[in-house]
């Protein structure tokens, strides 16, 4: 099942359920006003298939705009957790090469805090690239959804946006490298209830559009991934707490060349199967 966020042609920002025939179910007459209530009910899946019914504002989408699918859940990282991604940091590093052949063994995982809301944007939004960077990439990634009890509650689609020469330079400098203006894109849809085996059949597909020409694509499965979903969440909630939830990327499987940079104007487009689309224009912020 996937929802959204979404704003009506009044404003309002609504939860929405897609619909068979690709049209949104708004969910505000039946009580649904917020993700977080949602996410947090035992049984999201269950509580949905009970109030959809064909009684409830039906939208298309051309009439509504997609929200990114954050309110007050903090947006954390894992790294290193695809041999890909361990081999392009390494190489991309000097000094501290070792430090992500390490992490990448290690019991702990790489975690580190990525954004709050207003750092986040979503399809159709442009995505920054620092004017201080000389080497920006996408990172397409899987983001796992957690309630505030730490349970993974679904599934979405994510973009890592990072300034590999900063990160490279020296490790200290990984904050400002994966945090500053429009550096994480999200959604725009929630898929809920998706079991880890399922997901992790799924396809995650990255294209890069240059003035209309493709000048990168790559694909990777989530099955990649190093490490398990409930590790990685086991640790994000490990000695801290989430009263409004969390959503965590769980790495790249996905690093264009050596060499290749993003531009201003470029279309990043990322397809996980099982979920959908993001789709994001690039600026220099
Ligand atoms: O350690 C650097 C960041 C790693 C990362 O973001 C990834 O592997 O996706
Ligand atoms: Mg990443």
Redesign the pocket.
């Known amino acids: 099942m996937n929802v959204c966020r979404f704003q009506d042609q009044d404003g309002a920002v609504r939860i929405g359920l897609m619909n068979d025939d690709s049209t949104l179910l708004d969910l505000t007459p039946a009580g649904i006003t917020g993700l977080h209530a949602l996410l947090e009910s035992d049984d999201p899946c269950g509580q949905l298939n009970q109030i959809a019914s064909p009684g409830l504002p039906r939208l298309a989408l051309s009439q509504v705009r997609l929200c990114a699918p954050v309110e007050r859940q903090e947006v954390w990282?894992?790294?290193?957790?695809?041999l890909r991604?361990?081999r392009?940091?390494m190489e991309e590093s000097g000094f501290s090469a070792t430090?992500?052949d390490r992490?990448y063994a290690a019991e702990r995982p790489?975690l580190?805090f990525k954004a709050l809301a207003e750092k986040v944007v979503t399809t159709g939004e442009a995505v920054g690239i620092r004017r201080d960077a000389r080497w920006s990439v996408p990172?397409p990634?899987l983001a796992l959804v957690l309630n505030s009890r730490g349970r993974i509650v679904g599934h979405t689609i994510g973009n890592?946006m990072?300034s590999r020469d900063l990160?490279g330079e020296n490790?200290l400098y990984?904050p400002q490298?994966?945090v500053y203006e429009r550096s994480c894109a999200l959604g725009p849809w929630l898929n809920l209830g998706a079991a880890e085996s399922a997901a992790r059949a799924w396809t995650i597909r990255l294209a890069i559009r240059r003035q209309g020409q493709c000048v990168f694509t790559g694909q990777t499965s989530v099955g990649q991934i190093k490490r398990g979903f409930e590790e990685l969440a086991g640790f994000l909630f490990r000695c801290q707490r989430f009263p409004h939830g969390a959503l965590l990327?769980?790495?790249?499987?996905i690093v264009p060349p050596e060499g290749f940079t993003l531009q201003a104007q470029d279309v990043v487009e990322i397809e996980i199967s099982g979920i959908g689309r993001l789709q994001n224009p690039v600026v220099v912020v």
């Open positions: 990282a894992a790294g290193v957790t695809y991604s361990k392009a940091r430090a992500y992490v790489e580190f990172e990634e890592d990072s990160e490790l990984l490298a994966k990327l769980t790495g790249t499987g």
